[in-house]
């Protein structure tokens, strides 16, 4: 098994990868590709010329300090069970590492994967608040805004001890959604059908019932910073330690 960064010839045996593991189409793939993908910020392992597993990862940043989140760790289907992700994700470690990362944080897609990662030393931390909603009555005001503003407002309404995602994170999470604010408010969110999923509502969650009356959607789903679910996992890389983090809050799930 050998373990590389990519080349742009590598890129269409990484989407195929990634639509056997994850089933997203090539409108989300072109996005992902455009918007958030680098070959400095990923990792593949193979056997010969066959890719079997591989990694990506955003810059983020907590307290200063810059930690790694992990997306998409996949494994193709007739390569699972042999170790692979295992070797891979520990070979990340060290590669992060070396570039001057103190953590790596991942949002694992169950409940079972919760316990694979704490076999790598990860630790849970954070939490959401994820709630249903039907529409109120009333209207609040709210405008569409871009990345960059969004940004900056969300300094602001992120609780204290968060993680903060900004760059390519934000150029991904605005190529697949919209962005808005309001008094006391950011939002980002996309439409399923007549379903409002808000991906991250800071400030203000008792307008979530007029968010979605203002947007003439039938129903909504939010998140919103909490310690009811843990939703993250971090693990601590090299000497330098720092407490949990209390919020990661944009998970392109």
């Known amino acids: 098994m050998t373990i590389n960064s990519p ?8 989407r195929a990868l990634w639509r056997e593991a994850f089933f997203d189409g090539e409108a989300f793939l072109d ?16 056997e010969g010329d066959k890719i079997t597993a ?3 990862w955003f810059d983020c940043s907590y307290r200063g300090e810059r930690v790694a989140y992990l997306y998409a760790v996949a494994t193709a289907k007739a390569y699972r069970g042999r170790g692979i992700c295992t070797a891979l994700m520990q070979y990340a470690h060290k590669r992060l590492l070396e570039l001057g990362y103190i953590g790596a944080i991942l949002v694992p897609g169950n409940k079972e994967l919760f316990s694979f990662y704490e076999r790598l030393g990860y630790r849970a931390f954070g939490g959401i608040n994820e ?17 960059s503003e969004y ?10 001890g968060s993680v903060i995602q900004e760059n390519e994170n934000l150029r991904f999470l605005e190529a697949q959604s919209d962005l808005y604010s309001g008094k006391d408010f950011i939002l980002a969110a996309r439409r399923e059908g007549n379903t409002l999923f808000g991906i991250e509502l800071l400030g203000d969650a008792s307008i979530a019932p007029m968010i979605l009356r203002s947007l003439d959607c039938a129903d909504g789903r939010f998140r919103t910073p909490s310690d009811e679910k843990p939703f993250a996992m971090y693990l601590a890389l090299g000497e330098k330690k720092l407490f949990l983090p209390k919020y990661f809050g944009l998970a392109f799930d």
Do not use: M
């Open 31 to 46: 996005v992902f590709f455009a918007e958030a993908f680098s070959p400095e910020r990923c990792l593949y392992a193979a």
């Open 131 to 147: 709630f249903y909603s039907l529409p109120s009555e009333k209207n609040v005001e709210l405008r569409r805004i871009k990345a």
């Open 54 to 56: 591989a990694l990506y």
């Open 151 to 160: 940004a900056e407002l969300r300094l602001g309404l992120l609780p204290e």
């Open 7 to 14: 080349t742009s010839l590598d890129i269409p045996s990484l």
